[in-house]
């Protein structure tokens, strides 16, 4: 058994694992296969970066790892992140996260990020394998890329560097209360610019996407260009939104313009279950760590909408729409469960639920063979404080560095404190 | 005559002094209105009275009385007078208060003049009595409602200097005052452009302050050796009348008299028609309350969307503010209406109506209107009602306004003179039946409406035509009728005419332009057609479907819950104290009090046994650090030293997010000011009694404490380019900051102890150190009276506080998030400072960039006293799974990980006497967890503040049924209501959710 400890210790920062070059076999852990339930005390076999075999598995040519009372899972997929995007949220230089103006579809996020940020380490000892990095901004943020969460940069990282392109549904709700600047009228005018600007911006890319098809001469125009695949139907439309309204408008939006949607925060998606159902709209649900956002609202509704969009059938997973609290993403699963949603369901939620949506699911999401060798050893629960608590991690076969910033910095001060006889 | 009247020598005694300049005016005629409905008082009215008006005042007054011979008659023939109105908060005649104007750039100063305040927001040394002007258009306004005499002040400012009685007159200014009007007073700063105060708390502060002073400034007046001239405080020193506090709502209206109480100030206060949802605090208080006109509109909840977005409360409001002047009449307080904050004054009466139609008797409307006023203005001797010798102030209209709210004005008369007038008051009232002969045919000619837009059908057998082109004039109604209906030809024009000796008589001009006269014989309408008497059909007065609860909102409870005798049988209890974790234990509540915990107790008499097999007990989840429960800003971000406000002046009790951190088990929190300044606001310890008052939250055993902070905050590192000037600016700066104002606060306590060491005797004449609120709260700090909280990062800056208190003599209780804390752990446990932690965010700024989640263990390891805080209403729901976080992170002990959000903030907020541990005799403050009470899979099911349940699931499951049904009830009434979807739904106050780094200028934003 490697001691990834002793390994990281002489390093300042993580070294990206080495290639596969030799078979593995995960020993005697229960599997969490999430695609086919727990497999109690079951081999896993990792071959080439992949998962060559479950249960009777050849221990030939193999590095044994001992997981004897640990827990497998396939390596947590975290959507809708600024990972590597910024690194410290006040200090402008640090942060990549948006471009200027409301409609910049042609900004790709994977472009920017930075492999080397000391927040991915943090994340990744949580269990959290790869990462879906998504622009901020305006209204058309741009696209998101998928990436995995150990390399040298970002070729080597990227799974996917065009997933989607991102619509943040304009606010509809007139805001009411002494801290809003803007009265009623002037936030009215906007909403309504808002709302024409981008139905203008897609009319204009569609005739673009139109005209290209049939073959007209005609310079290229880099912004409506890269929409082109949105309406060859190649990549969905991200759209954040939370509130009823805003997703009214949203579903609407994407029919009339026939486009594939996925929807992002949804807080009110419970309530329009039946038509997401109906027209097979993922919901890349937004923390439950958050307020009820209207006074008389359940005090648990946050907690429990997981589980009403399971209750309802719609398909959904979990997100942290931000950057070091992603690692709390296996405990926002676990909020889920404490609130009504079945647990294969919550692991759902992190793992083979996100790998679909994501379109990933064929290399991704659960223990199967022939997926990436993307897995995750926890001594527990993954989705429980009392659980979470990951002992080794393989990307596509290569052992993952566990080591961050925060455990160096405590031994630095541990040592202070054993000196001090503490 | 003359020596009736208080105050004012003689009227029009004044202008003796002017030069008269043309022909004299002669003031003194007798006029005598006779056969009218005459509202004497508001508790008498005479039918066929007659009121005689000589030398502008009331002379005679009674029924059937036979107008004086030198008197000129006016024969009102049933017409209405009512006493004229008097609006006790007016601005009538005051310079127009500029617009306020929000500067991009902090301006920390004021221009000085004279001996104008240090604060742009105080001005009482201004006088509305020589700064009034009659304007025109403000009084037409206010005469057309039947007013003559308004209280008028400058509406600008928390000082807005001394108001003044007049009457709407409009002659010379000076000839208008009536006397002398209070001082106003308000927490809105208005259009001073000066940052401080930028809070509520800040502008409660300055008003302390300056009552404060000018209790000094007397006595600086009385010593022979002379302080600064103070404009401001020159006139507050000895004034001893009344002061008119507008309040924003219930609660602040309670701010005010916690202010008035403190100062002994006779206070009477403008409300908000939220009064009726305190009814019972307000009531106490026993001071008059002036009450605006103005009601929330109907919500929109025409779809789906709009109505979740419309919350219970605004429902709820929307139904029960009409009714708020019926409350505070039921509840015997005294109050006044006024005209203030209505859009439009022609709205007033549909205002009052909304008031009687909730069910305000009328009469209590006109005591409000008149009486009321007249006796808190202190001119019951002169005003308020229309008895012998009181001004002649009153108005005539068609019909009773209190009895139809479209009631027909006509005149309005101020001392005896007509000032405002429609019409004529021999105007008349053509409504009612009138038999027409027309070319030997009986018409019937029914007129309908209003008396001044009248409607109308001329009948004949069962044919009829409405009539057309109407013009009312005061004696004189015209109208066209198209004739072929009847079959004759054409159109006729017609003219009726009513006689000065009481006859009526008509004129028709046939189509061939023949004009013909004819009788006319006039009686009231006989039978309405079915479309007016529905419309002009009182609503029958319909029972109110909104509850009203504690607080009045969603969860709300209508009675609090009670002190149970209660034994919890067979749990895991984790105490949190040395018995540890027991194991099948039981623990028995009674008289909010912890009687015994162990293993097998006996249940006494009358005891609730609830069985507990298979849950969790732990010590109610106690938050060092939260800013829930706060109105009116977290921040005074003003000044870099705000020692003076105070948290415990703007508790907010309807906050829903005190339910909901019930509702995950949390019972006690600090409300700490916020991190924008090195020595903040004074800190509040509050117990989560939802349902109470924000004084009975408070948490009386624990010692006061206070909010500091250090780093990039107070040094506005992230606030942007325009807060550059502020001292300090640099870590170095805060240091210097902090040491300056203790070596001051220092200097302040011996000032005051070598005054009170003298003997009382030495004492007087001489002068008293100022009261300095500020140095008050850090003497109180050198003293160990009060305990510091420091919102701290790195590591420099924890040394450096540490050391700067050693070298004052005090200890810094407790680094709040502070983040670095791991890194001088040694140095803060042999300080004696407790450490809080968020358990695990970092990277947000770059002071933090160094934080992790092992702190907490790293500390108490070091011997650090560690908590976990959450500084978030959201974060605050789940502390125990964030103190499971230390598990997670750093294996700590089960138990000890539990005291992070138990004990140890108890301890670290000095009241571990009290709570923070399950041990017989500390209070009852108790969570029911489903499960193990660190795993993020538990949650909590039962919590106890005190012995009593304030959240339990088997409650929540009510209320939530009881929410969603009076929801729907209301939205229904709201949907059938005839405004619906032309009101814009307010939001209701409530919650407002601050962060530490909330730091917006309360006041620099439109509250309307």
């Known amino acids: ?422 | 005559m003359c020596k009736l009247i208080p105050f004012l020598f003689c009227l029009s005694a004044l202008a003796q002094v002017d030069m008269q300049l043309g022909l004299r005016e002669n003031k003194n005629q007798a006029i005598a209105f006779t056969n009218a409905v005459i509202y004497v008082s508001w508790d008498q009215v005479i039918e066929h009275g007659t009121l005689v008006v000589r030398d502008q005042l009331v002379s005679q007054v009674g029924a059937n009385l036979a107008p004086p011979k030198d008197a000129y008659a006016v024969d009102l023939q049933g017409k209405v007078i009512l006493p004229g109105f008097i609006d006790v908060y007016s601005d009538y005649g005051m310079p127009e208060v500029p617009k306020r104007e929000r500067s991009r750039t902090p301006v920390y100063e004021t221009e000085r003049q004279g001996g104008n305040s240090w604060n742009g927001s105080i001005h009482a040394e201004r006088s509305a009595r020589d700064l009034f002007k009659p304007m025109g258009k403000q009084a037409d306004d206010l005469l057309a409602n039947g007013f003559t005499a308004v209280h008028t002040n400058s509406m600008d400012g928390v000082f807005r200097g001394q108001g003044v009685v007049v009457d709407l007159a409009q002659g010379l200014p000076a000839e208008s005052i009536l006397g002398p009007g209070f001082h106003g007073l308000s927490f809105d700063k208005g259009t001073s452009k000066q940052l401080y105060p930028s809070s509520l708390m800040g502008s409660i502060a300055l008003m302390r302050q300056t009552f404060a002073d000018a209790q000094w400034y007397a006595s600086v007046r009385k010593s022979a050796n002379a302080g600064e001239y103070n404009a401001a405080l020159e006139q507050l020193a000895d004034y001893k009348g009344g002061y008119l506090f507008e309040s924003a709502d219930e609660l602040s209206l309670l701010r005010c008299a916690a202010i008035a109480k403190e100062f002994g100030l006779n206070a009477i206060y403008v409300g908000s028609n939220n009064e009726y949802q305190r009814l019972e605090a307000i009531a106490k208080l026993k001071r008059p309350v002036i009450l605006p006109l103005v009601f929330p509109e109907t919500p929109k909840v025409a779809t789906a969307a709009e109505s979740m977005d419309v919350s219970l409360a605004s429902l709820r409001h929307w139904e029960l503010a009409p009714g708020n002047a019926a409350s505070l009449a039921g509840a015997g307080v005294p109050f006044a209406f006024t005209t203030y904050k209505l859009k439009k004054s022609s709205d007033f009466w549909a205002g009052l109506h909304t008031s009687i139609k909730a069910g305000l008797a009328p009469e209590q409307a006109l005591k409000a209107l008149t009486a009321v006023p007249a006796q808190l203005l202190n001119q019951e001797g002169q005003l308020g009602s229309l008895s012998v010798g009181k001004r002649a102030n009153f108005s005539v209209w068609v019909e009773s306004p209190l009895d139809d709210e479209k009631a027909t004005w006509l005149a309005t008369w101020v001392n005896g003179k007509s000032i405002k007038a429609a019409r004529d008051l021999s105007f008349v009232d053509w409504r009612g039946t009138h038999q027409i002969s027309v070319r030997d045919r009986a018409f019937v000619l029914e007129l309908s409406g209003s008396p001044t837009g009248l409607s109308g059908k001329l009948k004949l057998d069962d044919l009829e035509e409405s009539i057309k082109q109407v013009t009312v004039d005061d004696r004189e109604l015209t109208f066209t009728i198209p004739m072929d209906r009847f079959a004759f030809e054409g159109v006729y024009r017609f003219r009726l005419l009513a006689h000065t000796d009481g006859t009526r008589s008509g004129e028709m001009i046939n189509s061939f332009g023949v004009t013909q006269t004819f009788d006319l014989k006039s009686g009231p309408m006989v039978e309405a057609s079915d479309e007016e008497t529905d419309e002009e059909k009182e609503p029958a007065p319909t029972e109110s479907l909104a509850k009203l609860t504690y607080p009045n909102m969603g969860y709300g409870r209508a009675m609090p819950p009670v002190a149970e005798t209660v034994l919890l049988r067979n749990a895991v209890v984790w105490t949190s104290a040395e018995q540890g974790r027991l194991d099948g234990a039981d623990v028995l509540v009674s008289a909010g009090v912890i009687q015994a915990v162990g293993v097998g107790l006996d249940a006494p008499a009358g005891a609730t046994v609830v069985d507990c097999t298979g849950k969790h007990i732990t010590a109610g989840i106690i938050d060092e650090h939260s800013h829930i429960a706060i109105s009116g800003g977290v921040n005074e971000f003003s000044h870099a030293v705000t020692a003076e406000v105070r948290i415990g002046d703007v508790v907010n009790s309807d906050d829903i997010n005190i339910y909901r951190a019930l509702a995950g088990g949390v019972t006690t929190v600090q409300l700490l000011h916020g991190s924008a300044n090195p020595i903040g606001g004074q800190a509040q310890v509050i117990k989560l009694r939802w349902g109470s008052l924000p004084e009975d939250m408070k948490f009386k055993d624990a010692p006061a404490s206070i909010k500091f902070a250090l780093g990039e905050n107070v040094k506005q590192s992230n606030a942007g380019d325009e807060f550059v000037v502020r001292y300090p600016q640099s870590r170095m700066g805060v240091e210097t900051i902090i040491r300056d104002k203790f070596q001051a606060a220092k200097e302040y306590g011996e000032k005051w102890d070598a005054y009170y060491s003298l003997k009382p005797n030495r004492r007087q004449g001489m002068l008293p150190p100022r009261r300095d609120l500020q140095l008050e709260a850090l003497r109180e700090i050198l003293d160990a009276k009060r305990f510091v909280h420091c919102h701290s990062y790195v590591q420099s800056e924890i040394l450096m506080l540490m050391r700067l208190a050693e070298s004052f003599g005090f200890k810094i209780q407790t680094f709040t998030h502070i983040l670095e804390g791991y890194k001088v752990a040694l140095e803060m446990a042999a300080h004696g400072a407790g450490g809080s932690s968020f358990s695990d965010w970092w990277a947000y700024k770059f002071e933090v960039y160094d934080a992790i989640p092992t702190n907490p263990c790293l500390m108490t390891r070091a011997g650090v006293v560690s908590s976990v805080n959450s500084d978030s209403p959201e974060l605050m729901r789940r502390l125990n799974q964030e103190a499971g976080k230390s598990v997670l992170y750093c294996g700590m002990d089960e138990e000890e990980a539990l005291k992070l959000v138990t004990i140890n903030p108890a301890i670290q907020l000095k009241i571990d006497h009290k709570v923070g541990s399950i041990e017989s005799g500390k209070d009852a403050d108790l969570v029911v967890w489903n499960g193990h009470p660190l795993s993020i899979h538990s949650s909590a099911e039962r919590t106890m503040v005190d012995g009593r349940t304030y959240f339990s699931l088997e409650d929540d499951g009510k209320l939530r049924l009881e929410v969603e049904e009076e929801r729907a009830k209301l939205i229904q009434k709201a949907l059938k209501s005839p405004g619906n979807g032309s009101g814009k739904s307010k939001k209701h106050k409530g919650s407002e959710i601050w962060d530490c780094e909330d730091t917006v200028d309360f006041w620099g934003v439109n509250h309307d």
């Open chain 1, 1 to 422: 058994m490697i001691n990834i400890f002793l390994f990281a210790c002489l390093f300042h920062d993580q070294v990206p694992g080495a290639p596969q070059t030799q078979a593995i076999v995960i020993k005697g852990g229960d599997l969490y296969t999430v695609s086919h339930g727990v497999l109690h005390a079951t081999d896993l076999r990792l071959e080439g970066g992949k998962i060559t075999a479950i249960g009777e598995v050849s221990l030939t040519d193999a590095i044994i790892v001992d997981a004897q009372g640990q827990r497998v899972y396939p390596g947590l997929i975290a959507p809708m992140t600024r990972l590597g995007l910024t690194e410290i949220d006040a200090v402008r230089a640090t942060n990549d996260t948006a471009e200027v103006g409301d409609l910049t579809p042609e900004v790709l996020a994977g472009i920017a990020f930075n492999p080397d940020s000391e927040l991915i380490p943090t994340v990744r000892s949580n269990g959290i394998a790869v990462a879906q990095v998504a622009p901020g901004g305006g209204l058309l943020q741009g696209q998101s890329s998928l990436l995995m969460l150990d390399g040298w940069n970002r070729e080597d990282m990227a799974l996917n560097m065009s997933v989607g392109m991102h619509l943040k549904w304009p606010n509809v709700r007139v805001r009411e209360g002494w801290w809003v600047r803007d009265s009623a009228e002037e936030q009215r005018d906007k909403m309504s610019k808002q709302a024409l600007a981008l139905r203008e911006a897609f009319a204009q890319a569609k005739a673009y996407h139109l005209a290209r098809e049939a073959s007209r001469i005609m310079p290229k125009n880099t912004r409506w260009e890269s929409m082109r695949p949105l309406f060859k139907g190649e990549i969905p439309l991200y759209v954040e939104a939370d509130e009823y309204k805003q997703i009214q408008q949203a579903l609407e939006f994407t029919e009339s313009f026939g486009l594939k949607m996925v929807l992002c925060g949804g807080n009110d998606a419970w309530r329009l279950a039946d038509v997401l159902k109906e027209r097979g709209i993922p919901v890349i649900l937004a923390p439950q760590t958050r307020l009820p956002d209207r006074a008389d609202d359940h005090y648990d509704l946050p907690y429990k909408t997981p589980h009403l969009l399971h209750e309802s059938g719609v398909q959904f997973c979990i997100s942290i729409p931000s950057s070091w609290a992603v690692r709390n993403l296996p405990l926002q699963a676990g909020i889920a469960m404490a609130f009504g949603l079945p647990d294969d369901a919550a692991l759902r939620s992190i793992t083979l639920s996100t790998a679909e949506i994501l379109g990933v699911s064929d290399r991704l999401g659960s223990l199967d063979v022939g997926k990436d060798a993307t897995i995750i050893i926890s001594k527990g629960d993954i989705t429980d404080t009392l659980g979470l608590n990951i002992t080794a991690m393989y990307i596509q076969g290569r052992a993952v560095d566990l080591d961050n910033r925060h455990r160096q910095l405590h031994r630095k001060y541990a040592t202070r404190l054993e000196r001090a006889g503490k």
